[in-house]
C-alpha cells in the first residue's frame, strides 16, 4: 500500500452514501484527481471544516490497490477563503473556473501551469486586489492557452495582415477557427462574431504578458462586458456546453441591484 | 430473497429503499410485520398513505404542517417580527430544539448552489422579500449552515435586503461545548476569535 501528498485546490464535492464523501481535486503533483473521504460526513471530527469547495488544501492519499480511487487520509487546510465564500458574486466566479477546470481536466494528468493559475486567481478574488470580471478574463485567457486554445489575435487568421495594421476599428472572430478576421476576410466566412479593435488589443496584452503585468490592466465598464461575453461564447463553443455554473453566474449578474 | 412469496419479497423491496435500511433489515422488519396483528400493520399503512394526503408547506413560513399555517405560525405569543431564515424543516427543528428563539421562520427550502445552477427563484427567496416589503419585520437572522452553499445564500439574502430598514444578523461561529480547541477546525476558530465577548 503507497502513499503519496500534494498540494490540492477542492473543486467539486458529492455525497457518497450516507457517510463518505467523494472530491474531485486539482493537485499539483497529480492533476486532477478523484478521491474517497470516507466518514467525512457521517464525522464531524474526520475532516473538520476543510472538504469546503475552493478549498487549498494539503492532502495525503493512499492509491488503491487494483482498481477505484484513491483514499484521503489526511488534509490540513492552508487557505479557505474567507473573502469568497462571504460574497454570493466572488462564488459564482470561483465555481464557473472550478467547473471548467473540472470539465476540461484529464484525470491524472499533470497540469502545474493551471493549477497555479487557479491558485493566483482565487487569491486574488479572495482578497479583493483584482476586479471580479477583470480576474475572470485573465483566467480565462491563460486557461485556454494552457489547453491549446488560444485565441489569435495578433493577425487575421486568413490573410495574415497584422492586427495594429487593420483598418477600422471593427474586427470579426471566427468561434470554430479561434482566430480573428479583417472585413474583407469575413464576408466569406459563415459565422463570426463582431468584437471592436479596443478589446482585442486589451485580450491581446493580456496573453502576451505576465499575470501579475496583466493584473494591472483597467478595463472600463463597455470592455470588461464585450471581453467577459465574447470569452464565455468561445468557451461554451469549445466545451459543446455551457457550465451550469456560468447560466448561474449570468443570472445573477442580470438580477444584482 | 427468492425463497420469499413475492407479495414478502415487494415489502423487502419497498423497506430496502429507506435510508440506513440493508437488505437484512428490510427482511426483519417484513418478518416482523408477518407476524404483528392486523390493526398495527392497518394503522402503519393508513398513517403512510395520510402522509402524502395531508402534509403541506405552512402558507407564511413553508414548514411541514396538516393545516393552513403550522404550530409556530399559528402561536400568537411567537414574535413576527422576528425571521429565523433557514435551509430546511430539519434546521428549523434544530433550532426550535434549542429554545433560544422566540420568532417566526423562513424556510428556504434549499440553498442557493452556482455548480448546479440552483438559483434564486429555485429556493424561497422571493416570498422571504415579499414579507419584509410588507414591513412589520424588525430583524432577519440568517441561519443558513456554514459551507459555501450556506454563506452564499447568506450573502445573497443579506444584499437583497439591504434596500429595507430591517435588521439583518447571521447567527455566530463558534466552539462547541464540552469541546477541547485543539480538534476545532481553524475556520471556526477563527471565527470564535473574532466575535469573543467581554466577561
Ligand atoms: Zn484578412
Ligand atoms: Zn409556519
Known sequence: MSTFSTPAILLRRSSYGDYDLIVTLLTLNKGKLTVIAKNAKKSRKRFPGLLELFSVLHIECRTPRARGMAVLQDATLENPFSGIRGNIMKTSYASYWAELVNLWLEEGKEQTRIYHLLRYCLDSLDSGIIGNEELSIIFQLRFLSFSGLSPNFSECNKCHTKMDEIKGNHLFFELAKGGILCKGCSSSSLSSLNLTKGIVKQLLWIQENDLKTAGRLKFNQASLREGLKFLEKFIVFHIGKEPKSLKFLRNLCSQMP | ?199
Open chain 2, 1 to 199: 430473497m427468492n425463497h420469499y412469496p413475492s407479495s414478502i419479497r415487494k415489502v423487502i423491496n419497498n423497506l430496502n429503499k429507506l435510508p440506513g435500511i440493508g437488505l437484512k433489515t428490510a427482511e426483519r422488519l417484513a418478518m416482523h410485520l408477518l407476524s404483528a396483528p392486523e390493526s398495527e400493520v392497518l394503522e402503519l399503512s393508513r398513517n403512510i398513505g395520510e402522509l402524502k394526503k395531508t402534509i403541506r408547506l405552512c402558507s407564511q413560513c413553508f414548514a411541514l404542517t396538516d393545516s393552513d399555517l403550522c404550530r409556530i405560525c399559528s402561536n400568537p405569543s411567537r414574535d413576527n417580527a422576528l425571521i429565523c431564515v433557514v435551509e430546511n424543516q430539519a434546521d428549523m427543528v434544530a433550532v426550535e430544539k434549542s429554545g433560544a428563539f422566540t420568532g417566526v421562520y423562513h424556510i428556504l427550502q434549499g440553498l442557493l448552489s452556482p455548480m448546479d445552477n440552483v438559483g434564486p427563484d429555485d429556493i424561497r427567496i422571493k416570498e422571504l422579500l415579499t414579507k419584509i416589503e410588507k414591513g412589520n419585520v424588525r430583524e432577519v437572522v440568517i441561519a443558513t449552515g456554514t459551507n459555501v452553499e450556506g454563506e452564499a445564500t447568506a450573502s445573497y439574502i443579506s444584499d437583497c435586503l439591504n434596500r429595507f430598514t430591517v435588521n439583518i444578523t447571521r447567527i455566530a461561529s463558534g466552539v462547541p461545548m464540552g469541546g477541547e480547541l485543539k480538534y476545532v477546525d481553524q475556520v471556526t476558530l477563527k471565527k470564535a476569535m473574532e466575535a469573543r465577548h467581554a466577561l
